[in-house]
């Protein structure tokens, strides 16, 4: 028999204890190196201790290469075409391959090459692989999403579906979603969106946040939300609510009558107790301002102001002002002043000034004034003046706020050299009159 021809590289030389099938068009002649016809496989030489032999004499058939001294090595392979291999526990190797294919393998495990096919997206042309997908233009990403009868444009799964909507955009997963109303702007997921398989009509809305505005009662229009969860579940229309939880309702439309602008973070929502505010045309600007409050045509200004409020017409202005009342017509202004009234009609100006009072028509100027009043009608001038008073009908001044003088003359002496304000009088005790007397300058 003819000796074969290298077929591998020699530093790729392959362990022949176990048969190996080459299967293909290989003739006879070719075994024996005279060069007969055919395509594939032109060569094998083996090198030592292996033999070749195949089904011959002529035609095509397998060869088979075995290691006649208990090892050995096929030092080469030579083809016309690349070698793939059927796979299998003893693989045939062939030179046949389809087009537009890679060599590897997809078959978990170490084995055998395989074929690999050139997949959607890709092309394989002149030994390059590359990628044959078009990136869409921001122009065919709009297109593709723009309702041109209705003037939609919504991206997003979800997005102003299921709707009639008109002259909107919708931005986000499940944004304006089931809304039929027109001319919203909706950024952001479920910003204006329903949850119910009830188409809501609601117009004119801004909503700019994951979940502002979302589950807004029906028919309520002209609600501008800013911010996470901003206006969520509202049930009412032409508010404002700017800040996380600004305005947020959840109790499915109950809350906030309308007519209302809500600014801070949990303006008007009290987060702990999920109290929605109930109020109409009210102003809360500062976290948790007017939180929980159910009172209508409130003022609050200030971290806390005006928290948990029942009563109407009550302006807070200051951190923690004016919360808890259930008296109308009051107005706080300082760190905690005017809370937890029952009384209504008070003015109280100063820290901590008529607190847990509950007489009517009361006015308290400075720290802790009419703190714990229980009569009505009291005016309260001075740090503690008033406190814990029971006399109805008073005016009352605190003694640190009003010196006082042995007698007039005394008190004359006294402010004739001492430097005062043009155009003033004051006051001072008269302690040989037991009066107030004055000193006019």
């Keep these: 028999m003819g000796t074969a021809r290298n077929m591998f590289p020699s530093k790729d030389k392959r362990d022949l204890r176990q048969p190996i099938l080459v299967e293909d068009l290989i003739q006879y002649d070719d075994l024996n190196g005279s060069g007969g016809s055919g395509s594939g496989v032109t060569q094998i030489i083996a090198g030592t201790n292996v033999t070749i032999s195949s089904t011959g004499p002529s035609g095509t058939g397998n060869v088979t290469i075995n290691a006649s001294g208990g090892s050995g090595t096929v030092t080469g ?10 796979g ?46 078009t990136t869409p233009t921001l122009q ?36 304006l979603y089931r809304v039929n109303g027109g001319n919203n702007v909706g950024i952001g997921s479920s910003a204006g969106g329903q949850p119910s398989a ?17 589950d807004v009662s029906d028919s309520k229009n002209y609600n501008i939300a800013i911010g996470t969860d901003a206006y969520n579940a509202g049930g009412s229309p032409n508010n404002v609510a700017i800040g996380q939880n600004a ?30 505010n109930t109020g109409s045309e009210i102003v809360a600007i500062g976290n948790l301002s007017l939180g929980g409050n159910s009172g209508n045509y409130s003022v609050a200004v200030g971290s806390g102001s005006g928290y948990l409020n029942t ?26 002043a005017g809370n937890g009234n029952s009384g209504g009609n008070i003015v109280s100006i100063g820290k901590d000034s008529c607190t847990n009072n509950t007489g009517d028509v009361v006015i308290a100027l400075g720290r802790n004034a009419a703190d714990g009043n ?16 029971g006399e109805a009908g008073s005016f009352i001044i605190a003694n640190s706020v009003l010196p006082s003088f042995a007698d007039s003359t005394t008190a004359n002496t006294y402010y004739g050299s001492a430097t005062l304000s043009s155009g003033c009088t004051y006051l001072y005790y008269n302690q040989q009159s037991e009066s107030i007397g004055a000193y006019r300058n």
Excluded: W
């Excluded at 392979?77 to 059927?86: D, F, G, L, N, Q």
């Excluded at 009830?198 to 979302?214: A, M, R």
């Excluded at 109790?251 to 929605?276: E, K, L, M, P, Q």
């Design 311 to 336: 009563g109407n017409n009550i302006v807070s202005v200051g951190y923690g002002a004016g919360t808890s009342n259930i008296g109308n017509d009051i107005v706080a202004i300082g760190s905690a």
């Design 88 to 133: 299998g526990t003893a693989p045939v190797i062939s030179t046949s391959m389809a087009t537009n294919r890679l060599i590897g393998r997809t078959t978990a495990g170490t084995g055998v090459m395989e074929q690999i096919t050139v997949g959607t997206g890709l092309s394989l042309s002149a030994g390059v692989l590359s990628n044959s997908a």
């Design 198 to 214: 009830t188409n809501k009509t609601n117009n004119n809305g801004v909503f700019i946040g994951v979940n502002s505005g979302y």
């Design 374 to 389: 229980t009569v009505s009608n009291v005016v309260a001038i001075g740090q503690s003046a008033g406190q814990n008073n």
């Design 140 to 175: 065919q990403v709009l297109d593709n999403n723009h309702d041109l009868t209705d003037n939609v444009v919504k991206v997003g799964t979800n997005a102003a579906d299921n709707v009639n909507a008109a002259n909107s955009v919708a931005v986000g997963e499940n944004c």
């Design 247 to 276: 305005g947020r309702a959840d109790t499915g439309g109950v809350g906030n009558v309308g007519n209302s602008v809500f600014i801070g973070t949990d303006a008007g929502y009290d987060r702990s107790a999920t109290t929605a």
């Design 77 to 86: 392979v030579t083809a016309t075409s690349p070698i793939t291999s059927s």
